[in-house]
């Protein structure tokens, strides 16, 4: 419930592994959080939860009323169909858009993927971009925001990779690149982005962990074994062979599968790293949690819930 005069941010997918640490980090710098949600959450101070999905043009309207600006978090990772990232990521990011452009509420800060960059190489990269293109085109004041991996507390995407870990083997792309951030420096240029201004106003950036050139997947590999504790053997995949592993998935998850063949196309892509051009200015933001202490804190969350 909000109960102060505080300032209020509307926030989609504030359930999920991102959005949840934008709540906190919201509610630390001082706002109040009216944040979307399914099902049923516990009462807490200065958020109002709201029923209702993207889908909802009611429950948008009522998420986003009075607030001063929008961070749309929601969309899926992961569809067993190109029907499902456009259900999610391209009509319900254009839901939200039109609720609040029909309310006047400018302010937008979206979160979109590195894979937009590359749209037709996956299902999903060519999601967010078109998602991109409906903002670009309109009247808010916008700002979005191209994670690359992101990890911490919570995901249940890189959770695949410490699992493996543990059993003394990572499979990772044989080549290319990639760049990574935690979360809570992921949420907390997300929130400073909510007062907007000249410098990022209109602007597509690319944060990360700071390291230059990002990460090779064997250093990747490599971290997350560290982090556990382990030294594994790091198993290159082909795209041919990560299809076969697509395969596999499928028949044994079926819509569940981690790895489709939408997946084994984006992983494949050699250069997963943030562009320089793209940099948040440092007067803004600057990340604060180092990968390799971050992940060896995110494998004792994993432990300590027993994810792991």
């Known amino acids: 419930m909000i109960k102060t005069d505080q300032p ?32 049923d959450q516990p009462d807490r101070t200065n958020v109002e939860w709201v029923r209702g999905d993207l889908a909802d043009t009611a429950a948008l309207s009522e998420l986003t009323r009075g607030v001063e600006a929008t961070i749309h978090v929601a969309g899926v990772v992961n569809a067993p169909d190109q029907a499902g990232f456009e259900a999610a990521n391209v009509t319900g990011t254009l839901n939200v858009i039109e609720t609040v452009v029909a309310k006047g509420i400018p302010r937008f800060v979206n979160v979109s993927s590195l894979s937009a960059r590359e749209p037709k190489l996956s299902d999903y990269g060519a999601s967010k971009a078109r998602a991109e293109k409906l903002l670009k085109a309109s009247p808010l004041d916008w700002t979005i925001v191209r994670p690359p991996a992101i990890y911490g507390p919570r995901d249940k995407e890189m959770l695949e990779l410490f699992r493996a870990a543990r059993w003394g083997v990572i499979p990772t792309p044989r080549e290319g690149r990639a760049s990574m951030i935690h ?37 990747m590999a490599r971290a997350i074994g560290w982090a556990m504790g382990k030294r594994p053997k790091v198993l290159g995949l082909s795209r041919k062979a990560m299809e076969r592993a697509a395969k596999v998935d499928r028949f044994f998850r079926g819509t569940k599968a981690k790895m489709t063949l939408d997946r084994a196309a984006y992983f494949s892509h050699p250069d997963w790293v943030v562009s320089p051009e793209a940099a948040v200015p440092s007067s803004l933001w600057t990340p604060q949690i180092e990968t390799r202490q971050g992940l060896k804190a995110t494998a004792q969350w994993y432990r300590d819930n027993k994810w792991l």
């Open 8 to 39: 209020t941010i509307a926030l989609t997918g504030a359930t999920g592994f991102v959005g949840q640490a934008v709540l906190e980090q919201a509610l630390e710098q001082g706002y109040a959080v009216r944040a979307l949600t399914r099902r």
């Open 183 to 219: 979360v809570d420096d992921l949420s907390r240029l997300l929130v400073a982005l909510v007062r907007g201004g000249e410098e990022v106003s209109g602007r597509i950036f690319e944060p990360d962990d700071g390291k230059p050139q990002g990460w090779t997947h064997y250093e």
